[in-house]
């Protein structure tokens, strides 16, 4: 984690941009998760100590402590998808002369498959944990940058349905239906969840533009 956030964003998206497969979609969408709450966490300060809003300090300190808590927590996925992504390479790569040897490679794959499958959705739930923010936030944030909550709205929405596509591509190699079957539904759930409160923060941030 400490690697990846501390090089500059010029080094990020050059390594982005080349042939080294990471950092990936996955890593790349919990970034801009962090951005998106960044935004948000943003308005909460804002908010803080200032005039006239008074009555809302404890809802602003406990966003802008959630968020710190959500951006650490995204930092951490990042690093943990790369990390998911070598697994699997590994295991894609282990010999497969014998059939016992076929059988642990497997294993293996199938593992690493469900464990690169977790840590996106992860992140996805994170996203989600942002709009919860967002949309009372935009209620009462403070009004001369109530405009930041619904760009944070907007990107957490979409770093959610980006990082879904990590989900996407490793389910269909999964044999285990069961695990298939929650993720899916689980997918569903969060895909409608993400849409509505994207769209009620985003509603409310424009009435009080």
């Known amino acids: 984690m400490t690697e990846l956030f501390n090089q500059s964003m010029n080094e990020f998206i050059e390594k982005a941009a080349s042939n080294s497969p990471t950092p990936g979609g996955g890593n790349v969408s919990a970034v801009i998760a962090t951005l998106a709450a960044s935004m948000v966490s943003m308005v909460a300060n804002l908010t803080i100590g200032k005039k006239g809003y008074e009555e809302v300090q404890d809802q602003a ?108 591509i490793n389910l269909p190699g999964i044999k285990d239906p069961a695990f298939v079957e929650k993720y899916r539904a689980e997918r569903r759930q969060l895909f409608a969840d993400a849409d509505e409160m994207k769209l009620i923060a985003v509603a409310k941030v424009k009435e009080r533009l």
Do not use: H, W
């Open 61 to 168: 300190k406990k966003a802008a402590d959630d968020l710190k808590g959500i951006i650490e927590t995204l930092k951490d996925l990042t690093a943990k998808d790369m990390a998911v992504f070598s697994k699997f390479m590994e295991a894609l790569r282990m010999p497969k002369d014998t059939e016992e040897q076929k059988a642990t490679r497997t294993e293996a794959m199938q593992q690493a498959a469900k464990t690169a499958t977790e840590v996106p959705m992860e992140i996805c739930r994170q996203c989600l944990e942002v709009l919860k923010i967002a949309v009372p936030l935009a209620t009462y944030g403070n009004k001369g940058a109530i405009s930041d909550v619904g760009v944070g709205a907007y990107v957490a929405e979409a770093a959610l349905r980006s990082a879904m596509l990590s989900v996407d």
